[in-house]
C-alpha cells in the first residue's frame, strides 16, 4: 500500500507536470528547427554522419511518433488523470454543499458583510427574492431561529473550468494519437485533363486507394515578372462509382475534402506540351486536346491539322507559342499566342477560335485524420474551459431576516472563489438596495 502511495502522490505533483510540460516545449522547439521525415542522407549531409546517427537512433527524423515523445504525452495525461481524481471530489462537494447551514455568526463574520438595524414595517416590505435578482441570482430560503436565512449564488459550475481544461487536453491527445494510428498522409502530381484514384503514402512504399477517382480538369498560375510564382490554384472533380459527384477551385490555403480525404494545393510541375482547344465559329464544334510540342494532330471532322512549331520560354515556363493550323488544302496560318490567350484563327475557308496554354500538373498533398473532429472537440472544450476559470467565478450571498426581540435586522453576507473586486461592486450595489430603504 506505501508503494502505491508513493507512486500516486508521484503522478500527482506539480513538479512533474513542470518536467513534462517542459519537456515538450523543448522538443517541439528541436522538431521545429530540425526538418522531419527527410532521408537518412539528408541528415548526414546536414549535420554529419555521426549527429545523424545519434538523430537516427533518437527517432528525431520522425520525432512526433518516437517512443519517447509518445511517453511524455502519456506522463502528462496520467498526471492530468490523477491530479484531477484527486482534487475534483472536494471542488464538487463545494458546489453542492447545503448553503444554508451557515450559522449568522459565521455571516457577520464574513470578509464581506454588513447588518441594519431595520423597522417592522421595512421587514415586512422588503422582498428577499427581488433583492437576489438584483445579484442575478435565484433563492432558496430556510426558518432559523427568530427569522429565515435566504441563499443565492451564481456561476458554481465554473468551479470546474479547470478540470474541462484537463479533459479538453486527454481529448486532444486521444484525437491526435488515433489520427497518428489510423490517419493516412501522401501526396500526388495529377496532370491536367487526367485523373487518378490512387496516391502515394508518406510513411509506406506502395500506393493507396481513394476508394474513387480525382481528376484536374483545369490549373492556373499567374506569375510576377521576374518569373517566380504568384499564386495557383487548381480545378478538381470528384468521380464516384462513374458519376461527377463533386467539381471544385482548390488553393494553397483553400483545400477540398470528400469522404473524410482532404487534397492541399502544394506545388506543381509543368510540361512541354500544351492544351489546344479549338471552336470553329461556324458549326460551334469544339476539339480540345493535349497536343505535344512540334507535333502535328489532326481534327479529322473539320479536315483541320494544327500544331506549336515554336515557343519562347522563361526557366520552365512556357510564355509565348507559335500556333500553325492548315484547313484543307488551303495555305496554313502561323500566328503567335500568348500564354493562356485565346485568338480568332482565320483561313480561306471557316475562322477557328484558339486557346493554348501550357500544359501543368497539379501538386496535392492528401491527408485522412479520423482523429480530426476529436481534437476539434478537445479545442472547443478548452476554450470552454479557459473562458469558465478565467472569466466566471463562484459568487455566493447569503440574507438573514433576524426577527429577535432585540430588534428586527437584515445580516448580509458574501464571498466568492475568485475576482474579489468585481464581487465586492456587486456588494456594494446590494448594500445600496438595503440603504434605500431606512
Known sequence: MTNLKHIWNFFTSVKLAIFTLCSLAITSIIGTIIPQGESAGFYAKQYGIKAAHFMQILDIPDMYYSWWFLLLLFILSINLLVCSIERFPRVWAIIHTDNLKVTTERIAKMANSREWQVSVADMEAFNPVAFFKTAGMTSSSKAIDNGTLYFGQKGKYSRTGVYLVHLSILVIFAGATIGSQLGLKGSVMIPEMQGTSKFFSSSQPETIDLGFEVRCDKFIIEFYDNGMPKEYQST?????????VLTEDIQVNSPLTYKGFTFYQSSYQG???????????????????????????????????????????????????????????????????????????????????????????????????????IVYIGCGLMLLGLYMAFFLSHRRIWLCQDTSAAGPRLILGGSTNKNQLAFKQLFTKLENVIDKLN
Open 236 to 244: 478538381l472533380t470528384i468521380i464516384d462509382n462513374g458519376i461527377e
Open 271 to 373: 510540361y512541354k506540351d500544351f492544351i489546344v482547344s479549338i471552336t470553329n465559329q461556324d458549326t460551334k464544334q469544339t476539339k480540345q486536346t493535349i497536343l505535344p510540342f512540334q507535333k502535328q494532330q489532326n481534327w479529322e471532322e473539320n479536315d483541320v491539322r494544327f500544331g506549336i512549331v515554336n515557343a519562347e520560354a522563361l526557366g520552365q515556363r512556357f510564355t509565348r507559342t507559335k500556333f500553325w493550323l492548315k484547313n484543307g488544302d488551303t495555305p496554313a496560318v502561323l500566328t503567335w499566342l500568348d500564354d493562356n490567350e485565346s485568338r480568332i484563327v482565320t483561313t480561306a475557308n471557316n475562322s477557328y477560335n484558339v486557346h493554348v496554354k501550357q500544359m501543368y500538373a497539379t501538386g496535392l498533398q492528401i491527408a485522412k485524420d479520423p482523429g480530426v473532429w
